[in-house]
């Protein structure tokens, strides 16, 4: 298939850029390479008879319009979001323009490229929009897992972005009938994430002798997927969803950060063993404002309509995580100002 991905150079973007590719896809990369893209998360595939890349905003409705024109997808994939909770309590505005905005050019895009489309490839034609579990807000210690079905109440910017988001692509189908399938993730983990993002933060940190921050007590609990069990999710979804319908994917895997960022310690104990124990590195942080205590994902839906299910376990995730980081220094460094501290408030 001739598949457009939007975000492809982003963390999970990349993940199912490089899958896409190895399944021998027409692929069509459209990026804006903001901070948090990064071409060298799609270098295996760059170059390749079956790979293009288009620098472009998803917010640029001419820009949109031509990589849909020139390429033709069969199928799109759209990813691209501004997605770090600490930069939206920041910096607001810019997670409307991407995440919103964004949303519904490339919604009208798809539209019309679809009405344009021979009755074959219009039954055959998706357009999966990817979000996060924040868009339902917080749970408390003893709820039951977010499912499809959960009302939204989101916490951040950020959410509340990628909520609006999910809203308009709901209305694009009940009022255009233009076939979206919508999907939830729990955290994602794995090679290629931004140095901001925690597991990242807790490994390079850790290794460059510095303080590790948790925030507030470390209580707070998160559901912990691989990128590579979402990115197969995704791709199931696609093939195998309803049009109109909603599909969470988590890992099965809570923890508190604390919790984690210790077994991450113990991890790099053994296979970069210091002088001192990483644990002793662990420093409490003032938390984030209006920081979520709980999310947790109940996957079932997907798991018994698209017969999908997380395959690798969150021990095995992170120690095969931390040997990618530990065999790839290189991606850990950055400007000390582009993974600063974020998110203390306005």
């Known amino acids: 298939m001739r598949i457009l991905v939007t975000g492809g150079c982003g963390f999970i973007g ?41 620098r472009g905003d998803v917010a640029d409705a001419d820009i949109v ?33 991407t995440n919103l905005v964004g949303t519904s050019i490339m919604l009208d895009a798809a539209l019309m490229h679809w009405r344009g489309l021979d ?9 999966i929009h990817v979000s996060t579990d924040e868009v339902y807000g917080t749970l408390g210690f003893g709820d039951p897992a977010f499912a499809e079905d959960t009302p939204y109440a989101p916490n951040s910017p950020y ?3 990628k909520a609006g988001a999910d809203h308009l692509a709901r209305a694009w189908v009940e009022t255009y009938g233009l076939p979206v399938i919508i999907t939830n ?60 319908r909603k599909y969470n994917f988590g890992g099965d895997a809570e923890r508190t950060n604390i919790d984690l960022v210790r077994t991450l310690c113990r991890l790099l104990d053994e296979k970069r063993p210091a002088a001192n124990a990483y644990e002793d590195q ?46 790839n220094p290189d991606w850990l460094s950055r400007d000390p100002a582009e993974i600063a501290r974020l998110g203390l408030g306005r």
């Open 14 to 54: 990349s993940a199912l850029v490089r899958r896409l590719v190895a399944e021998g896809h027409d692929v069509l990369n459209l990026d804006a390479l903001t901070y948090a893209g990064d071409e060298r998360s799609v270098a295996a595939v760059a170059g390749l008879p079956n790979y293009q890349f288009r």
């Open 159 to 161: 959410a509340a972005s």
């Open 65 to 97: 319009g031509a990589a849909m024109s020139g390429f033709n997808p069969d199928r799109i994939f759209h990813l691209a979001a501004e997605s770090h909770v600490d930069r939206s309590i920041d910096g607001p505005g810019i997670f409307v323009t």
């Open 119 to 127: 009755e074959m490839a219009r039954a055959a034609f998706r357009f």
């Open 185 to 244: 993730c729990s955290n994602n983990y794995g090679p290629y994430q931004h140095p901001e993002k925690l597991i990242p933060t807790v490994i390079r940190t850790a290794l460059s002798g510095g303080d590790i921050p948790v925030y507030g007590k470390g209580e707070n609990i998160r559901d912990w997927l691989y990128v590579a069990d979402h990115v197969a999710g995704l791709m199931v979804a696609a093939d195998s969803g309803e049009i109109g």
């Open 282 to 327: 662990i420093r409490f942080v003032a938390d984030r404002p209006g920081h979520d205590l709980r999310y947790a994902v109940d996957s079932q839906r997907a798991q018994s309509e698209l017969g999908w299910a997380p395959s690798v376990t969150l021990d095995k995730g992170l120690s095969e995580t931390v040997d990618w980081y530990l065999a």
